[in-house]
């Protein structure tokens, strides 16, 4: 018997068990975690300086994990420019910036498999080159490009604003923001995440997210296309668009025309939802709106 009255509990084989594989568990984790902290407390810096001459009339940039920046060089040299920040724990973080042939390629990886990896990079291309930018892990922002431009993003944000000309953009998992596009054809397609738009212009422009929501206000095209998977699709329109064909899976699609004599051929389909048409109609209309869903409500006002 104890000083308590109470006998000891027996060792048995299971508790032998748990001792044996919880307690280098349990100090490994705490190992972990001291390591992390201290890999947070004291990061290790690589600063990137880099001018890369284009061998081809395009502007290439790839890069794999940190966030990009985008910008126009209005120079007379033919080059890309790389500037930017890595951080690492414990040493630096190992970077190979190599040039392709058409432009510049970035990779970046952490030597250590814990603490912090990270990076920024701002990125100035030749003004009026086609550019072909890409993200795979970062956040992608890009501004004031002209001509043709095409962004990717795998898993960030894509930001775009003050682009002209012929535009695409997409993002594998991230949402997309877009401000003051303009230009002949625009493309802009998300496969898991919102896409935002505002103020944008075009002669086509088409529009696409595989699971979320599209939101574009704004908009004055003459043909508009826009496909979502599961998610709502709202559009507000600043000039009346000859052309508008809307599919949705399962979602709500709103439609906001121009006030204005304008009659549109308006045709709706729907399987499980309400329809609401406020809009002037005529069947000989040259302004067509077309306009179904799988599973939602449809509205189309002013």
């Not at 030597?111 to 009026?128: H, I, N, Q, Y």
């Amino acid at each position: 018997m104890t000083a308590t009255g109470t006998r000891p509990l027996p060792m048995t084989w299971g508790r032998v068990t748990a001792l044996v594989i919880g307690v280098p568990v349990a100090l490994a984790l705490i190992g972990l975690l001291s390591l992390s902290i201290v890999a947070d407390l004291a990061p290790v810096r690589v600063s990137i300086d880099r001018t890369v001459a284009l061998k081809e009339a395009t502007a290439g940039v790839a890069v794999d994990d940190p966030d990009l920046t985008l910008n126009a060089s209005h120079t007379a040299h033919r080059q890309i420019v790389v500037r930017g920040t890595l951080t690492g724990s414990f040493t630096q973080p190992v970077v190979d910036l190599r040039t392709t042939a058409t432009g510049v390629a970035v990779n970046s990886r952490c030597v250590v498999p814990t603490g912090d990896c990270s990076g920024a990079l701002d990125v100035t291309v030749p003004a009026g080159l086609p550019v072909l930018a890409s993200d795979g892990n970062g956040n992608l922002n890009a501004s004031d490009l002209h001509g043709q431009v095409t962004l990717s993003d795998g898993s960030g944000n894509l930001t775009a604003t003050g682009l002209s000309g012929t535009i695409s953009m997409s993002d594998g998992a991230g949402d997309i923001f877009a401000a003051g596009l303009s230009g002949r054809s625009i493309k802009i397609g998300d496969s898991s995440g919102n896409l935002n738009a505002a103020g944008v212009s075009g002669s086509t422009v088409a529009l696409s997210d595989s699971a979320g929501d599209i939101s574009v206000s704004d908009l004055a095209a003459t043909d508009v296309t826009g496909r979502a998977g599961s998610g709502n699709i709202t559009v507000a329109f600043t000039a009346v668009p000859r052309r508008v064909d809307v599919v949705d899976s399962a979602g709500n699609i709103t439609l906001i025309l121009p006030r204005g004599p304008a009659y549109y051929e308006v045709s709706t389909q729907i399987v499980d939802g309400n329809t609401s048409v406020s809009v002037r109609r005529s069947a000989s209309s040259p302004y067509v709106i077309d306009a179904s869903t799988d599973s939602g409500n449809i509205t189309i006002q002013y």
